[in-house]
């Protein structure tokens, strides 16, 4: 099963947890993690200039339509902009999205919404730990 890792990669702290989480879910029987950070190499990118948009928005829409499950880190004071596209282009294709908020603050349009509620709507799930997200990944790729 094909798992497109989804969430910001602006930060030092952004890049090793995503990396972090490609690495967890990569340890799971059946899961392969596809993770926009591993897609473009640096250099390739500066090396594009104008065009290093474009490569990156086509990379990462192929990659998305390769896969089986969308797994979108929801953390922060508002979701990132390009997870929300993420998400919404998975809903889109009928391509299941999981979500992954640790934030323990709310961010969403009600007392009880977890993030914007377009967003939340769209996942089929939101897990708040990395643990049962892992132990709920484990058992969609052994088909349970």
Known sequence: MRVYLAGPLF???ER???AHLRDL???LP???PVWPGDLFPAGELASLGEAAKD???RGCVEALEGCDLVLAVLDGPAVDDGTAWEVGYAYARGLPAWG???DFRNAGDTGQSLVNCMIECACQAIYRDVGALLSALASRAAGK
Request: charged share 20%.
């Open 11 to 13: 930060t030092l702290a």
């Open 16 to 18: 090793r947890f995503m």
């Open 25 to 27: 879910a990569g340890e």
């Open 30 to 32: 059946g899961v392969e």
């Open 55 to 57: 490569h990156i928005f």
């Open 100 to 102: 992954l908020r640790t």
